[in-house]
T-cell receptor
Framework: QKEVEQNSGPLSVPEGAIASLNCTYS??????FFWYRQYSGKSPELIMF????GDKEDGRFTAQLNKASQYVSLLIRDSQPSDSATYLC??????????FGAGTRLFVKA | DTGVSQDPRHKITKRGQNVTFRCDPI?????LYWYRQTLGQGPEFLTY????????KSRLLSDRFSAERPKGSFSTLEIQRTEQGDSAMYLC??????????????FGEGSRLTVL
């Protein structure tokens, strides 16, 4: 079992729709959870982090965490073509190491 | 520019040669990470430092790989006797100290290695 698992996609949504990205993790001792966005040929950049169960909203983005289910998700409302990228779920485990999933490719169709 | 910088950005080498990459982290960050990323995959953890101490090294990392961070500032990643399977993007990232929200990684632009 991989430490951080994501559906590789691609996930295709029309412009203005909600994109839902999901992630599961295996280490119950994980402390913090991150969503990074990576455009083709570029380095990852942080979108959001969450460390408490529940929802956290930042603009068009909402991160959701359920530690009992070891599940993290990212919702993107009013998706824009500029949101087309690979979204990486990352988990900071007890040793302060950050582990990444393989990423989900998102395409937003204009 | 106060971001993470990596050098060189691109390196083409022949199999069997040694290569070295350098990373200069954000100056106030005490944690420094090296990752490797291949096409279609997420960044794969290689090793990380807190100040000058190398605290963890991936079990996937062969003895041909070595990293240093003298004086807790810049870091180097050396690959000896390169193999074609080493071709990848090598990403360096830095972060500030402990704290649940303090784990954000700031990435450099990466060093792309091509082994012929």
């Amino acid at each position: 079992q991989k430490e951080v698992e994501q559906n590789s996609g691609p996930l295709s949504v029309p412009e203005g729709a909600i994109a839902s990205l999901n992630c599961t993790y295996s280490d119950r001792g994980s402390q913090s959870f991150f969503w990074y966005r990576q455009y083709s040929g570029k380095s990852p950049e942080l979108i959001m982090f969450i460390y408490s169960n529940g929802d956290k909203e930042d603009g068009r983005f909402t991160a959701q965490l359920n530690k009992a289910s070891q599940y993290v998700s990212l919702l993107i409302r009013d998706s824009q073509p500029s949101d087309s990228a690979t979204y990486l779920c990352a988990v900071k485990v007890w040793s302060f190491k950050t582990i990444f999933g393989a990423g989900t490719r998102l395409f937003v169709k204009a | 520019d106060t971001g993470v910088s990596q050098d060189p950005r691109h390196k083409i080498t022949k199999r069997g040669q040694n290569v070295t990459f350098r990373c200069d982290p954000i100056s106030e960050h005490n944690r420094l990470y090296w990752y490797r990323q291949t096409l279609g995959q997420g960044p794969e953890f290689l090793t990380y430092f807190q100040n000058e101490a190398q605290l963890e090294k991936s079990r996937l990392l062969s003895d041909r790989f070595s990293a240093e961070r003298p004086k807790g500032s810049f870091s180097t990643l050396e690959i000896q006797r390169t193999e074609q399977g080493d071709s990848a993007m090598y990403l360096c990232a830095s972060s500030s100290g402990p704290g649940q929200g303090g784990g954000e990684l700031f990435f450099g632009e990466g060093s792309r290695l091509t082994v012929l």
